[in-house]
């Protein structure tokens, strides 16, 4: 914990200040071409946000389209083999099977307040490529995804499902070919179609506004954790954190709190110390991605250096900023697990509970399972971002199941 955050300096922020930053992180980095749009933006979304039609619209399509709210599920057969009281607040029960159809929802919503006639994406896992191409479907928008080749090869389910959905998905060859690559060509798509495009990022990473933004559209994770316990103490709060959007979205209203313990889960792929992971706060070093200075992965040239993991949605190298802001100031710590130690993740919750989760989600799991002995007799809040359906070739596959 930094000294700042010892004393007391360093609040949960409800907005990020006129720079868009969260202290020293975020801020507003991008071609000159997308600065009227992205400040447009910001004030389209803060007007937005402040209409009481607005968000009661939102809420309303949350409850009746999505799902919502999703229950907060006593985990008892896994609280038995960790001898900890493990609660999991089931994201993989909302529409399309992840916490993604939040964002997406609300997005698109803004989209068409503000008069947009196309939806632009990028997806790792799939996850968010499906919400956004369900939420165009839903608002009548055309509906461009894009998704590194790797990711089309290893999650070619959720491609099927955007197909069906009436969205384009354009594989991208370039760089690794994952969710960053992904990243990239939106970017450009968003810089040529500014005017009449929105680019709904689907994690809370990028330029000023989407961090802010994604999280208000996420809290309801955590706020509806809040009423759900029902004033029931919980001690300890984990999430998987790649861009970081759910874990953003179930640590935001909690954050702050004496009584808890914030914990984020990132991916160490084959393991930190081989150079071949994703924790970009484990590992990497302020810098600047995809138009906001965050913790990254980088060479000692301030080059990009590929993130790994045997998750394509954790598959990126770098966070969103308000996460490296409650990094440094101490409302949170981040920890990782690696490729193999999720997948015996997925066994353990699949064997205890008969939920399978998403190999992201997985990664929450095995925390709490490998650091049970300190947890012993406390009560742990799993968020249990989505199901594994997705990933079941590559689970099988390892597993050799078939």
């Given at each position: 914990m930094t000294a700042a955050a010892a004393t007391g300096q360093c609040p949960r922020l409800e907005r990020p200040d006129e720079r868009g930053r969260f202290g020293d992180y975020g801020g507003m980095f991008a071609p000159e071409t997308l600065m009227p749009a992205l400040e447009a933006l910001a004030a389209d979304f803060a007007e937005a946000w402040a209409d009481t039609g607005f968000v009661a619209r939102f809420h309303d399509l949350l409850e009746?389209?999505?799902?919502?709210?999703?229950?907060?599920?006593?985990?008892?057969?896994?609280?038995?083999?960790?001898?900890?009281?493990?609660?999991?607040?089931?994201?993989?029960?909302?529409?399309?099977?992840?916490?993604?159809?939040?964002?997406?929802?609300?997005?698109?919503?803004?989209?068409?307040?503000?008069?947009?006639?196309?939806?632009?994406?990028?997806?790792?896992a799939g996850q968010h490529g499906v919400a956004t191409a369900t939420a165009a479907a839903y608002t009548g928008l055309e509906c461009v995804v894009y998704m590194g080749e790797k990711d089309i090869e290893r999650q070619s389910l959720n491609v099927q499902r955007m197909r069906m959905l009436g969205a384009?998905?354009?594989?991208?060859?370039?760089?690794?070919?994952?969710?960053?690559?992904?990243?990239?060509?939106?970017?450009?798509?968003?810089?040529?179609?500014?005017?009449?495009?929105?680019?709904?990022?689907?994690?809370?990473?990028?330029?000023?506004?989407?961090?802010?933004?994604?999280?208000?559209?996420?809290?309801?994770?955590?706020?509806?954790?809040?009423?759900?316990?029902?004033?029931?103490?919980?001690?300890?709060?984990?999430?998987?954190?790649?861009?970081?959007?759910?874990?953003?979205?179930?640590?935001?209203?909690?954050?702050?709190?004496?009584?808890?313990?914030?914990?984020?889960?990132?991916?160490?792929?084959?393991?930190i110390h081989t150079g071949r992971h994703g924790a970009s706060i484990g590992a990497g070093s302020p810098g600047i991605l995809h138009g906001a200075r965050t913790y990254m992965l980088q060479d000692d040239e301030g080059q990009v250096l590929e993130a790994h993991s045997i998750s394509a949605g954790l598959d990126y190298p770098g966070v969103g900023p308000e996460h490296a802001y409650f990094a440094d100031a101490g409302l949170a710590r981040y920890v990782s697990i690696t490729d193999e130690e999720a997948l015996e993740g997925v066994d353990l919750l699949s064997r205890t509970e008969g939920i399978i989760p998403a190999l992201e989600s997985a990664h929450a799991i095995a925390w709490v399972a490998k650091d049970a002995a300190r947890l012993a007799g406390r009560t742990v809040l799993i968020n249990l971002s989505g199901r594994g359906d997705k990933d079941m070739d590559m689970i099988a596959a390892k597993a050799g199941i078939g």
């Amino acid at each position: 914990m930094t000294a700042a955050a010892a004393t007391g300096q360093c609040p949960r922020l409800e907005r990020p200040d006129e720079r868009g930053r969260f202290g020293d992180y975020g801020g507003m980095f991008a071609p000159e071409t997308l600065m009227p749009a992205l400040e447009a933006l910001a004030a389209d979304f803060a007007e937005a946000w402040a209409d009481t039609g607005f968000v009661a619209r939102f809420h309303d399509l949350l409850e009746k389209y999505t799902g919502r709210p999703t229950p907060l599920h006593p985990a008892d057969h896994l609280s038995d083999e960790t001898g900890t009281r493990v609660l999991l607040k089931r994201e993989d029960l909302a529409h399309t099977g992840a916490h993604k159809i939040n964002n997406a929802i609300g997005q698109a919503m803004l989209a068409t307040r503000t008069g947009k006639a196309r939806l632009i994406a990028e997806t790792g896992a799939g996850q968010h490529g499906v919400a956004t191409a369900t939420a165009a479907a839903y608002t009548g928008l055309e509906c461009v995804v894009y998704m590194g080749e790797k990711d089309i090869e290893r999650q070619s389910l959720n491609v099927q499902r955007m197909r069906m959905l009436g969205a384009e998905v354009v594989p991208v060859t370039a760089g690794a070919a994952t969710l960053k690559d992904a990243v990239n060509e939106a970017m450009r798509d968003w810089v040529r179609t500014v005017e009449t495009t929105h680019y709904i990022i689907g994690s809370a990473v990028g330029p000023h506004p989407f961090p802010w933004m994604v999280r208000e559209f996420q809290r309801i994770i955590g706020d509806e954790s809040i009423r759900q316990l029902q004033g029931e103490p919980v001690d300890v709060i984990v999430a998987c954190v790649g861009g970081g959007s759910n874990a953003i979205g179930m640590f935001y209203p909690f954050a702050g709190r004496d009584d808890v313990e914030l914990v984020g889960v990132e991916a160490a792929g084959h393991g930190i110390h081989t150079g071949r992971h994703g924790a970009s706060i484990g590992a990497g070093s302020p810098g600047i991605l995809h138009g906001a200075r965050t913790y990254m992965l980088q060479d000692d040239e301030g080059q990009v250096l590929e993130a790994h993991s045997i998750s394509a949605g954790l598959d990126y190298p770098g966070v969103g900023p308000e996460h490296a802001y409650f990094a440094d100031a101490g409302l949170a710590r981040y920890v990782s697990i690696t490729d193999e130690e999720a997948l015996e993740g997925v066994d353990l919750l699949s064997r205890t509970e008969g939920i399978i989760p998403a190999l992201e989600s997985a990664h929450a799991i095995a925390w709490v399972a490998k650091d049970a002995a300190r947890l012993a007799g406390r009560t742990v809040l799993i968020n249990l971002s989505g199901r594994g359906d997705k990933d079941m070739d590559m689970i099988a596959a390892k597993a050799g199941i078939g």
